[in-house]
């Protein structure tokens, strides 16, 4: 007889600073056909999600940028995250936090770039650079269209 184990452990820790909202992961594990959410890698990383830019009536400032980070901090704590639309600078963050574990990041912004104008239905990279600390870096890219 075949046993199906469902083994599920979420916790969600809500930390709200500034316009930053933390998430720390959890692992769901479900032993039969169905898929598997693992966070576990060996280096640390980051994964961007759900990148949006809007130009105007989001209910947020214009022009902000909304997103997902998903940092994998196995072997040492985020220490800052850098973001830039198109090669441009827009967004750095430090953290003091020591966690070694993954974690997402709900992260809101406006951008307040003089040099760069956003266009609707206009394609834009999106890069962020996370740096740990022990000096390591690790660098994640998504595309967005301006809406």
Same mark, same amino acid.
């Given at each position: 007889m075949r046993r199906r184990v469902l083994y599920a452990s979420i916790v969600v820790i809500v930390v709200l600073t500034g316009s930053f909202l933390v998430i720390e992961?959890? @692992?769901l594990n479900m032993a039969s056909s169905s898929p598997t959410i693992s966070t576990a890698t060996t280096q640390?990383?980051?994964?961007?999600g759900d990148v949006t830019l809007c130009t105007s009536d989001c209910g947020y400032?214009?022009?902000?940028?909304?997103?997902?980070?998903f940092v994998n901090a196995t072997s040492a704590p985020l220490r800052v995250l850098n973001g830039s639309i198109d090669g441009f600078p827009v967004t750095s963050h @430090?953290?003091?936090?020591?966690w070694t574990y993954p974690f997402a990041i709900q992260y809101k912004t406006t951008i307040s770039n003089e040099t760069m104008t956003f266009t609707k239905g206009t394609e834009y990279d999106v890069t962020f650079v996370a740096t740990f600390a022990d000096q390591r870096k690790a660098t994640a890219?998504?595309?967005a269209i301006a809406s």
């Open positions: 992961s959890g @692992i640390d990383s980051i994964k961007l400032p214009a022009t902000y940028m909304s997103l997902t980070i @430090i953290y003091t936090n020591n890219s998504a595309t």
